[in-house]
């Protein structure tokens, strides 16, 4: 699975998905301060999902009505660095195959995953 990683997630975030097996893009590795537009675009581009902690990227799909690949939001502010690690690693675990074509969230207690319609 391809994952386009935004530059507002934690480098730890990207360490362990790519021990886990997963192909990341790191936003900050590639091309810093690139617009959210570009970050969204490069993402449908690679056939990606768009790992992010931006809340504007809701926004692009549900105001604009824009098409993605799959969008998964880190609501996970505050919380130790190991148990975001732990957390996310977690989730993709149990759901990667659902966040495809899904904007998701995965918080503290819970993954919620909601396809377009």
């Known amino acids: 699975m391809n994952l386009l990683v ?9 360490v362990r998905l790519r021990q886990d097996g997963y192909n990341v893009l790191y936003v900050t590795e590639m091309s810093p301060g690139i617009t959210d537009n570009v970050v969204f675009q490069r993402a ?3 056939q990606s999902l768009l790992l992010t902690a931006d809340k504007d990227f809701g926004e692009l799909i549900y105001r604009q009505g824009l098409v ?23 989730a993709f675990d149990a759901h990667a195959s659902e966040f495809v074509g899904a904007f998701s969230v995965i918080a503290p207690s819970i993954v919620r995953i909601r396809h377009q319609q």
């Not at 935004?6 to 480098?11: I, Q």
């Not at 502010?77 to 732990?86: D, H, I, N, R």
């Open 68 to 90: 993605h690949t799959g969008i998964v939001l880190l609501r996970l502010a505050g919380l130790p660095m190991e148990t975001k690690v732990t957390l996310i690693s977690m």
């Open 6 to 14: 935004d530059e507002g997630v934690d480098r730890p975030i990207v």
């Open 44 to 46: 449908n581009e690679q």
